[in-house]
């Protein structure tokens, strides 16, 4: 078990790094705009989970706060898997959208796979077509998943070096951990990283997190990582996100995959949940789909 020395664990502000890109875009959605170009996303959604419904309308504000377009497509949970990507090839060819989100997790019984390798890759914000995801494991990539991306982005903003540094990914999904390993492993001067990927299975998990530089914490565990099992100063990215009933006024409280009390005075820096890794998906969302509005108009 490692000792640890008091530090000041730093806060690490998603809202704060995703206001700093909105400004950065304005001048670009401005480009778009005098070329008659307004950045427009297509959201679809099959069934009525209430948390999809949630996540998508809270994108779909920003980006009429940004004066950009967007239109969410309802699906029956009783869709097929070869309804649905009809539905996402007519969008495909519809040239009012630049972006196309599918948000997941689909119902049971649809086929992910053959939904998500329907979206066109030139409008696959998200990141997740097969081809895609082989430019970014190639280390050229044309999308980058929008949470990867915007751990990534916290990072660069705060000046955390990666550059030959240990970073342990806990939780292997396509949507996060398997992603932001490759971005952080990409031979590139911002990244360099050393990268090893845990999850819930493994055998002896703090014996891997407490060598971490970096820990980003994403299995979707609530609390799995406490104060014991990191080094003294590690920089902490909590990914996670979960619901848990409380006594509080809502009744409710989200907590991320990191116990944040336990790890406040160990951590050099963390992610807060919420506020942290949260805004910046969507930010990179809005980011993505102002790239394939761009894109548009060069093709």
Known sequence: MPTHDTVITKKLSGKKVAQF??????????????NGVIPTLA???????????????????????????????????????????????????????????????????????????SVSVKKD???????????????????????PKGIFRILQYYGIETMGKH???????????RPISAILSAKSRDAN??????????????????QADILIASAGIPGLINGEMISNGAVVIDVGITRVDDRSDKGYSLVGDVDAHS???????????????????????????????ERSILT
């Open 21 to 34: 890109v909105y400004s950065d875009l304005e001048k670009r959605i401005s480009s778009l705009a005098q």
């Open 43 to 117: 959201a679809v959604i099959v069934g009525s989970d209430p948390a999809s419904q949630v996540y998508v309308r809270s994108k779909m504000r920003k980006f009429r706060k940004l004066g950009l377009n967007s239109k969410t497509f309802f699906l029956s949970g009783k869709s097929t898997s070869e309804e649905i990507v009809s539905e996402i090839k007519g969008l495909n060819n519809d040239d009012r959208f630049h972006g196309i989100l599918v948000q997941l997790p689909l119902p049971d019984g649809i086929d992910s796979n053959a939904v998500l390798r």
């Open 125 to 147: 914000v998200d990141g997740f077509h097969p081809e895609n995801v082989g430019l970014l494991s190639y280390g050229n990539p044309r999308f980058i998943p929008c949470t």
């Open 167 to 177: 970073a342990v990914v806990v939780g292997r999904s396509n949507i996060v951990g």
């Open 193 to 210: 990283a050393t990268v090893t990927i845990c999850h819930s299975k493994t055998d002896d998990l703090s014996s891997y997190t407490q």
């Open 263 to 293: 790890v406040d005075g160990i951590a050099g820096a963390l992610t807060p949940v919420p506020g942290g890794v949260g805004p910046m998906t969507i930010a990179m969302l809005v980011e993505n789909t102002v790239e394939a509005a």
